[in-house]
């Protein structure tokens, strides 16, 4: 049960990101890189909030916003050519962090996991 609440979330907010009328594959692609911007953007809120409150150490939420503001950089500068470098990063990012911060960070995670399909 805890795994498929996660999973839920993802699922629907993936759902909600498509926009049917964008047709052309630059609008597609920048649709894309504006719907991964956003989970990105919700990860580093959800990692300074945790640490906020003491239920996320320093050196992980610096990992967290490491990868986030790379991304950032990387989805504003290529729009269309964004993926590898992106997946690549996030990758990296989870496997430097331990379950525990995974589960406190699952929500954001898992919606990532589903928009990245990693």
């Known amino acids: 049960m805890k795994y498929l609440t996660p999973f839920l979330v993802a699922l629907f907010l993936v759902g909600c990101t498509h926009n049917p009328n964008v047709t052309t594959p630059a609008g597609k692609a920048n649709q894309a890189a504006l719907a991964i911007s956003t989970r990105v953007g919700e990860l580093q809120e959800a990692a300074i909030s ?40 996030y990758t990296a990012m989870k496997l430097a962090l331990s379950q525990s911060v995974k589960t406190k960070l699952a929500v954001a995670l898992a919606t990532l996991d589903a928009l990245l399909g990693v």
């Not at 916003?65 to 990063?89: E, N, S, Y």
């Open 50 to 89: 945790a640490n906020a409150s003491g239920g996320l150490s320093d050196a992980d939420a610096v990992t967290v916003v490491k990868f986030t503001v790379a991304a950032q950089k990387t989805l504003k500068a290529t729009p269309d050519g964004w993926r590898v470098t992106v997946q690549t990063g």
